[in-house]
């Protein structure tokens, strides 16, 4: 049973992941590809405030809001950028927090990694076993889940889809557009925050190798599998994920073999759906009006 | 400062072959204007490409070389004809984000069949050819001195072709404005995927070059993408001088950076890509357009 | 190297299939395994693997006359936390396992140390080095000492050696920051300098940080990288830039076959410190042979091949005993007598960490001949 | 009679390329004024620097008063300047009811209301949209997407989009462009209709008789500056008027 729950816990931090980047890249169409820095930026605020002995829940939300203020800031910085440099204007961000946690030795030691965080204590609750902590992971995944659908479904979020669709023309109808795009790119680190702090007290292990650049692609890959710019799409995603591939691990193959093929497959399957159906599996994320984005295309 | 020139040679050398992956990206993004973040991969497939011709199967090093560019080549072609072009018309978020899949792809592959180890070319106890300029100030082996000449060469041959061959014209004529090309008889299909074959044949060859140099591994090619993409924002997009530019600048900066011992204080080592994106950041945000690449509210008004 | 894996392959689970085929209705024993089989540390996952399967034909052989057959069901830690985790509970909850072969890199096993702690499973890793893994938990064992013995013996070796200077290459891995930290401690103890340059394990070029320690004109050079391959680099570009003198190197990158081989001259008469391994005994020279004949190459790590190799059995012995349960075989390695494996005399204090240390070597045509 | 929108001695240029070379003109309240000239005389220049989508690099722009020289584009827009486009900036993947009930005026898009009520507001805001629509009969087609709507209808449509903020000043780029005779009738009367509600307007177009018929006065740019103003009668008969469109032919 402890396995069901552990791969469960699991799908819920995927789908939170999956779900707060969809907030700023599907349905408010901002490119950003730092996505696993608020994540491990989370992890390790909440372990080295637990450890240093702040109470879980403060070091549970210091651990949203730190990305969230880091990702208003390179959001003031960058912005106007337009979309492709955007995109490397934060893959570049994500480098750089991942060589500060390699580097920054008397804080994060390093590459030796955080071992023995404690599990998290909430009213004097410890959730210490695989079954309670899926609990507790499954109820705030529920909350957040509640409240970006209401923001997504309300008007606020049909202001992000006019901003996807046309940022020029939702500015010319009173929007201020910048506000509303640092804000859904503030909640969707804020809620990566929280993931990362629910995976450093799940895993109780954890070191800059658990956060790098290729574990965005798999965050990618059930976003856009689900349908990028759809509620629904992250949760047909993960589900993809684990229902078709997580079984993989039971092939009679040699795990050698194992591990690369599955990657394998999802990056495949990434490129499949976008090529022949960008919308994704429940998606309606077409391919938008050209004129919306950034270069006028013929 | 006696090892000045060394880190002088160091920064050329890091810096030319990411040129080499820069100017790819720099022609590919002047035609379909996106970012190909699976150019990098390229570079990585024709190291492992090399290995195995050259170290596996034992072949001299010319046909190894040729079959490899040829390869990576072929490679760039496929994905441009049956994933990039197809979406040439979609908005160039979903080439951006489809490239990522496609260096996913490639990296896996090359994971699959290569069981992942890294690995290096370095033949059993085969000394290279030094060179000692300086005294022992600076000091430089045979194979570096081809990597620099040879990123130069590739330079200028590519920088005349785009200026004086017919493909070449049409090529600039692309970039600048792809509907007006082919409104003027310019076959674009064909213009596009002779440039997938163009860059993803230097980008093969840069990789060879850079797993001379160093070792190579199936994580490589994303941390070249990411220079390279470093370098083409520093020296301004769409310009090939200026990916040649922004590569050795970023190589330069990286190895002086760390190199230099100034008051006593000197940036350690392993800051050496926060050097690069630090950088990178600082461009973006106040000259994005980079040293050479014309900026993009001009070239966007003009065509309103 | 492409043939070489493809090889592995076919033999890995022809092997496999034959462990398990052979015995009827005989009593199987099945031990979990978990170990990097993808990513960069996978080379060390396949021969962790390899080791462990040629141990494995040795203990059926051997049990065979009671109708006992020892099977291990490898699960892939891919040497990061979250893998390693999900591997370890995998083993425990869906496999039943009681007794856990590995992690193998420092990542898996502490990550996978809480699960085993709660469900009451042994954990044994024959190559975690991280000195966190000593009081990782009480159902937590190795027999591969933690690097703080590593970097201690060489910073001792160094003074004697009459350096004041040493200058470090090292890289920015759990494994040789281990080895760092306790080299730099114990050496400025002993009143030495070490200025240290660190590179990051997707870094590939070096030149800067050799030619920068190069410019204090250091007495001697400890090499201290992850993995081999890195090493291969690091010499390769010292070499180019004329850097000769003693070099002080750690046991990836003083006991790899193939940079003993690429570098005889250059690496001629330095000085490495590994588990003491008598490389001459009948038991290792037949362990070579019997791997060479199966894998068709040479162990690439002869240490953790060997502390694999007597990891498994001693637990078989354990299992054996008193049978497959994770507080029977930890009641058995507390009052553990000790085990005589190839890798020399293995014995364990409070903490489940092995008494035996590294001793240095000087590195003699290719070969390491014991100091 | 003061003037709603003022801008005075406007410099824009893009490299060498002086875009807008001291252009100054007023627009009065409450009047339809039009603003012609040959193509590149810097109209949607001029447009871009009344509502915020480039600034200039010298000179003001004073809407009601106000300095809006370097005012972003939405502060324009709530101040009640809005516009259309010369390529037509609908939402096509939204329905025609949302595209128009997104710019409707107080419609709780704050991230403190996502939790009230939605009945009560979008009952309202669906309310308001079908009148506007009703206003040029498409409030049969308010549920298909904005992008099934014919290219007529959906220049109506921005701009119904554009009044649908209640604006006090509206800048139309093109409106009669490529459009049929029966459409043009709807957009004219819907034009009329604006200004009977108090907007004031000001069009951008080449279709002279749509100018004439409709414009009080008319501003005549080229080269970047204004070279000619006055009643459509005026502008028929003033020489410098013809040499611009003619001169500019037989040169």
């Known amino acids: 049973m402890n396995y069901f729950y552990h791969l469960a816990t699991l799908m819920c931090l995927y789908l939170l992941l999956a779900q707060s980047m969809n907030m700023y890249l599907g349905f408010t169409g901002i490119l950003a590809l730092c996505h696993i820095a608020f994540y491990g930026i989370g992890a390790y605020a909440s372990a080295l405030l637990v450890m240093h002995g ?54 994060t030691r390093g590459a030796l990694g955080l071992a023995g965080i404690p599990k998290p204590e909430i009213f004097g609750v410890t959730f210490a076993d695989k079954a309670s902590f899926f609990y507790l992971t499954a109820g705030i995944t529920a909350v957040l889940m509640f409240v970006m659908y209401r923001i997504l479904k309300s008007p606020f979020g049909r202001v992000l889809e006019t901003i996807r669709d046309d940022e020029v023309a939702a500015m010319s109808l009173g929007k201020n557009t910048v506000a509303y795009k640092l804000t859904a790119f503030g909640i969707g680190a804020l809620v990566a925050g929280f993931a990362g702090s629910l995976f450093a007290h799940f895993i109780t292990f954890i070191d800059p190798a658990s956060f790098v650049i290729n574990d965005l692609s798999l965050i990618l890959v059930i976003t856009v599998l689900g349908g990028l710019g759809t509620f629904r799409g992250p949760f047909l995603g993960v589900l993809a994920i684990m229902v078709f591939f997580e079984p993989l691990r039971f092939l009679p193959l040699p795990a050698e073999y194992l591990g690369p093929l599955r990657l394998w497959i999802y990056s495949l399957l990434f490129v499949l759906t976008l090529r022949f159906v960008p919308s994704g599996l429940g ?7 050209r004129r919306g984005q950034q270069f006028t295309r013929y | 400062m006696d090892i000045l020139p060394q880190l002088l040679i160091n920064g050329l050398i890091s810096g030319s072959t990411i040129a080499l992956i820069a100017v790819g990206l720099s022609l590919i993004f002047g035609v379909l204007k ?15 490409f090399y290995y195995y011709f050259f170290i596996t199967l034992g072949w001299p090093v010319l046909p190894s070389m040729a079959i490899t560019v040829a390869l990576c080549a072929f490679v760039g072609f496929l994905f441009n004809r049956f994933i990039f072009w197809p979406l040439r018309k979609e908005s160039q978020w979903t080439l951006l984000i489809v490239s990522v899949g496609v260096g996913m792809l490639i990296k896996n592959s090359v994971q699959l069949v290569a069981s992942g180890s890294t690995r290096t070319y370095s033949q059993a106890n085969e000394p290279s050819v030094v060179h000692h ?3 022992d100030a600076l000091i430089i082996t045979s194979n570096q001195i081809l990597i620099i000449v040879s990123a130069f060469v590739l330079m200028l041959g590519l920088f005349f072709f785009l200026k004086y061959s017919k493909l070449g014209k049409s090529i600039r004529a692309l970039s600048d404005n792809m509907s007006l090309a082919g409104v003027v008889g310019i076959d674009i299909r064909r213009s596009v995927d002779w440039i997938f074959v163009l860059s993803s044949a230097i980008a093969g060859f840069a990789g060879i070059l850079i797993a001379y140099e160093e070792s190579l591994t199936p994580n490589m090619g994303q941390h070249l993408s990411i220079l390279a993409f470093v370098a083409v924002i520093l020296g301004g997009l769409g310009s090939i001088p200026g990916a040649l530019v922004g590569g050795l600048l970023i190589g330069l900066l990286q190895d002086v950076g760390t190199g230099l011992t100034i008051g006593g204080y000197s940036i350690p080592s392993s800051y050496k890509s926060l050097i690069a994106f630090s950088v990178l950041i600082l461009f973006l945000l106040f000259r994005p357009r980079g040293l050479f690449g014309i900026s993009l509210e001009e070239d966007k008004s003009q065509k309103e | 190297m492409f043939r070489k894996s493809l090889f592995t392959a076919v033999t890995l689970s022809s092997v496999l299939l034959a462990s398990c085929g052979g015995t009827g209705s005989a009593k199987t024993i099945t031990l979990g395994a978990l170990g990097p089989l993808t990513g960069d540390a996978s080379s060390y996952g396949i021969d962790m693997q390899n080791a462990a399967s040629l141990a494995v034909k040795d203990i059926n052989a051997a049990w065979a006359a009671e109708g006992m057959t020892l099977e291990l069901q490898w699960e892939n830690g891919a040497c990061n936390g979250k893998d390693g985790a999900t591997a370890a509970q995998k083993l425990v909850d869906v496999d039943g396992a009681q007794v856990i072969l590995g992690g193998f890199c420092s990542s898996e096993t502490l990550a996978a140390a809480p699960i085993t702690e709660a469900a009451k499973v042994l954990l044994f890793s024959p190559g975690s080095s991280s000195p966190d893994v000593t009081n990782a938990g009480d159902y937590v064992y190795r027999d591969w000492p933690s690097d703080s013995y590593q970097g201690t013996k060489l910073a001792e070796f160094a003074n004697e050696n009459g350096w004041k200077t040493v200058a470090m290459v090292s890289e920015e891995t759990d494994y040789a920051k281990g080895i760092a930290g306790a080299f730099t401690a114990r050496f400025q103890e002993l009143g030495g300098t070490v200025t240290e340059e660190k590179y990051l394990s997707e870094d590939t070029d070096f030149k800067t940080q050799i030619t920068k320690l190069n410019a204090g004109a250091p007495d001697a050079w400890f090499v201290n990288p992850q993995t081999p391959v890195k090493a291969d680099v690091l010499f390769k570009q010292m070499q180019d830039l004329g850097i000769e003198g003693p070099f002080l190197l750690n046991d990836v990158a003083g006991t790899s076959n193939d940079l003993l081989t690429n570098y005889k001259d250059y690496l001629e008469g330095s000085y490495t410190a590994t588990l003491y391994i008598d490389e001459e005994s009948e038991g290792v020279k037949a362990f070579k042979a019997n791997y060479e004949a199966t894998y068709g190459s040479q162990p690439n790590y002869l240490g953790y091949d060997l502390t694999t190799y007597d ?34 005399h293995t014995d364990f204090d409070a903490n489940g960490d092995p008494l035996a240390g590294h001793s240095v070597y000087k590195i003699v045509s290719g070969a390491i001949v014991k100091q | 009679m003061e003037n ?26 409450g009047s339809i004024t039009g603003l012609i000239g040959p193509n590149g005389a810097g109209k949607t220049t001029a447009f871009n620097l009344l509502t915020g989508l480039s600034t200039p690099d010298s000179g003001t722009v004073h809407f009601e ?18 516009r259309t486009f010369q390529m037509i900036r609908i939402f096509p993947e939204l329905t025609v009811l949302d595209n128009l009930k997104v710019a409707l005026k107080d419609n709780q898009q704050g991230l403190h209301q996502i939790f009230l009520n939605q009945k009560k507001l979008q009952a309202r805001l669906t309310e308001e949209a079908l009148e506007l629509l009703d206003t040029v009969n498409l409030a049969d087609k308010a549920h298909l997407f904005a992008g099934q709507l014919s290219y007529g209808q959906q220049k109506l449509l921005e701009i119904l989009r554009a009044a649908a903020m209640d604006p006090r000043m509206i800048l139309l780029d093109e409106p009669a462009a490529g459009i049929n005779r029966t459409a043009l009738k709807t957009i004219t009367d819907l034009i009329l209709h604006l200004q009977a509600q108090g907007k004031t307007i000001l069009i951008i177009e080449h279709d002279m008789n749509f100018i004439m018929q409709l414009c009080e006065k008319v501003i005549v740019m080229d080269f970047g500056r204004v070279i000619a103003e006055g009643t459509p009668g005026d502008i028929q008969k003033n020489p410098k008027v013809l040499e611009a469109y003619l001169g500019r032919t037989a040169a």
């Open chain 2, 34 to 48: 996106f970012m190909n973040f699976a150019h990098g991969e390229i570079a990585m497939l024709g190291a492992y």
């Open chain 1, 283 to 289: 998606g309606l994320w077409k391919h938008r009006s």
């Open chain 1, 54 to 107: 702040a109470p879980f829940e403060l070091a549970f939300l210091a651990a949203g809001i730190l990305p969230a203020l880091l990702s208003i800031l390179l959001g003031l910085t960058s912005i106007r950028l337009k979309a492709d440099y955007l995109g490397i204007a934060t893959l570049g961000f994500a480098q750089i927090v991942s060589s500060i946690l390699q580097n920054w030795d008397s804080l």
């Open chain 4, 65 to 82: 008063g106000k300095d809006i020289t370097r005012w972003p584009t939405y502060k324009r827009a709530r101040l009640g300047l809005t």
């Open chain 4, 4 to 29: 709603i929108l003022t801008i005075r001695a406007a410099h824009k240029a893009f490299g060498g390329l002086k875009a807008i070379d001291g252009c100054s003109f007023e627009v009065r309240r």
């Open chain 3, 311 to 344: 990891a498994v059995w001693i637990l078989a012995n354990a299992v054996l005993e008193v049978g497959n349960n994770g507080e029977a075989v930890k009641a058995y390695l507390d009052s553990f007598t000790g085990y005589d494996g190839l890798a020399g």
């Open chain 2, 133 to 135: 300029f300086f005294g």
